[in-house]
């Protein structure tokens, strides 16, 4: 019955589904078009505001920012806690290996159009430090949708799930607003991130301890 559940709550999941609808229009959109006109035609809308908007809403998808949402889950549940650090560790390792085993060589979109010499007028935000190498995968994105997703998968309403697609997928476009990587290297982040999530859920939810049921204060009362 508990399987049941949990395979309920998967196909029924508005975070997965509508993650499904946004990567297979984002292949299509990569295989329809060059990397580069996709890119300056998401480049050629930018403001002020966007800038201020995007360098912060990227940080979600860094290392600090998830651990920091990870461990305000151990006030909640430490099983919330492993399953978003199993999460956030699977996507993370996936992520570097495939950057420096298969895709060192991947230039990112500024030393891209350089290496190009297309003289593109590409727009680039202020006060970003870019880099140059190892646009694919993005693992931003890959850590933005792990850790947004198992928590789709902790909570149950699908309006809380649907906002918290909206913080994954603004941190994905956030890559692309800053010049960091592709669309294409976003959606390989977002992949590798909805398969990273699964992964945590499916691991930790195999194990039926007391302990995992409490909150660190809790456990430690205890």
């Known amino acids: 019955m508990e399987r049941n559940i949990s395979r309920k709550n998967l196909y029924t999941n508005a975070f ?10 984002a292949v299509v959109l990569c295989l329809a078009l060059p990397r580069e006109t996709v890119h300056l035609a998401f480049n050629s809308f930018h403001s002020r505001f966007l800038d201020f908007l995007f360098r912060g809403w990227t940080l979600l998808g860094s290392g600090v920012g998830a651990l920091a949402i990870i461990l305000v889950t151990l006030f909640f549940r430490i099983r919330y806690t492993l399953i978003l650090l199993a999460g956030f560790a ?3 390792i996936s992520v570097q290996l495939l950057k420096h085993l298969f895709f060192s060589g991947a230039a990112r979109p500024v030393k891209y159009f350089e290496l190009a010499g297309s003289g593109a007028d590409l727009y680039l935000v202020p006060g970003v430090d870019l880099h140059s190498w190892y646009s694919f995968p993005s693992g931003h994105s890959a850590t933005a949708f792990a850790l947004l997703f198992g928590i789709s998968l902790i909570l149950k309403n699908n309006w809380v799930r649907m906002l918290a697609l909206v913080l994954a997928a603004g941190v994905a476009y956030s890559r692309i607003y800053l010049s960091q990587h592709f669309l294409i290297d976003v959606t390989g982040g977002a992949v590798i991130g909805l398969l990273a999530g699964y992964l945590g859920w499916w691991w930790i939810n195999r194990y039926n301890r007391r302990w995992l049921r409490q909150s660190l204060p809790e456990a430690i009362r205890r």
């Open 90 to 92: 699977i996507s993370g």
């Open 16 to 25: 997965l589904i509508a993650s499904l609808v946004l990567i297979l229009a």
